[in-house]
C-alpha cells in the first residue's frame, strides 16, 4: 500500500468517525430535549379525594372552607423538574372558591412533592352547600426541566361526599 493510499484511508476514517460522533451527539441532544419537554408538559396534580369542607369562625359569619390535607404534583417523565411561581385554583360545583400561593419546590425523577392547601370565601352561603359537589383543582406554575422553563397549567377534579353539611 502506498502512503498516498494510506492517508486517504486514514483521512476517510476519521471523517466516518466525526460523522458518527455527530450523529451521536445530534440524537443525544434531541433525546434530552423531546425529554425536558414532555417532563414539562406532563406535569400533573391529584388530590385523591381528601377533601375536607367545613365553617371557619368570622366575626360576621361562618366562613365556608375547604382544606385539602395532600396535593400532590409530579411529572410524567424522568428528569428533575422544578416549579416556582406556583398559584393554585380551586372551584366547587363550577364556583370558584379561591385561590392561592404556594411554595417553590423540585421533584427527582419518580418523585413527587406534596402540598397542604386551604380555600376559604366569604362570599359562598356554606349553609346551600350540597353533600356532594365536584371540586376542582388547577395549578399553574414556572415548570423547568432539561433544556426548557414554561408556564404550564395542569388540574384534576373529582366528586367529593362530604359526610356532613358544611355548618
Known amino acids: 500500500m502506498t502512503s498516498e493510499k494510506s492517508n486517504r484511508l486514514g483521512t476517510k476514517t476519521v471523517r466516518y468517525a466525526l460523522i458518527i460522533v455527530l450523529v451521536i451527539a445530534i440524537a443525544g441532544s434531541a433525546t434530552f430535549a423531546i425529554m ?3 417532563s414539562i408538559h406532563g406535569l400533573t396534580v391529584r388530590f385523591y379525594n381528601n377533601v375536607s369542607r367545613y365553617c371557619a369562625s ?4 361562618p366562613v365556608l372552607t375547604f382544606n385539602f ?7 410524567s417523565t424522568s428528569l428533575e423538574t422544578s416549579l416556582s411561581n406556583v398559584h393554585f385554583t380551586m372551584s366547587a360545583d ?3 372558591v379561591g ?3 404556594a411554595q417553590d419546590s423540585r421533584f427527582g425523577p419518580g418523585q413527587s412533592v406534596s402540598y397542604s392547601l386551604t380555600f376559604s370565601n366569604a362570599t359562598l352561603d356554606p349553609r346551600s352547600q350540597p353533600l356532594k359537589s365536584n371540586i376542582s383543582l388547577g395549578i399553574t406554575a414556572l415548570v423547568s426541566a432539561g433544556l426548557y422553563s414554561s408556564t404550564t397549567t395542569a388540574s384534576d377534579s373529582e366528586l367529593v361526599t ?5 355548618c
Do not use: C, R
Open 94 to 96: 363550577g364556583v370558584l
Open 36 to 38: 425536558s419537554d414532555t
Open 162 to 166: 362530604f359526610s356532613a353539611p358544611s
Open 58 to 61: 368570622s366575626s360576621t359569619a
Open 69 to 75: 390535607s395532600q396535593v400532590v404534583v409530579y411529572s
Open 99 to 101: 385561590s392561592t400561593a
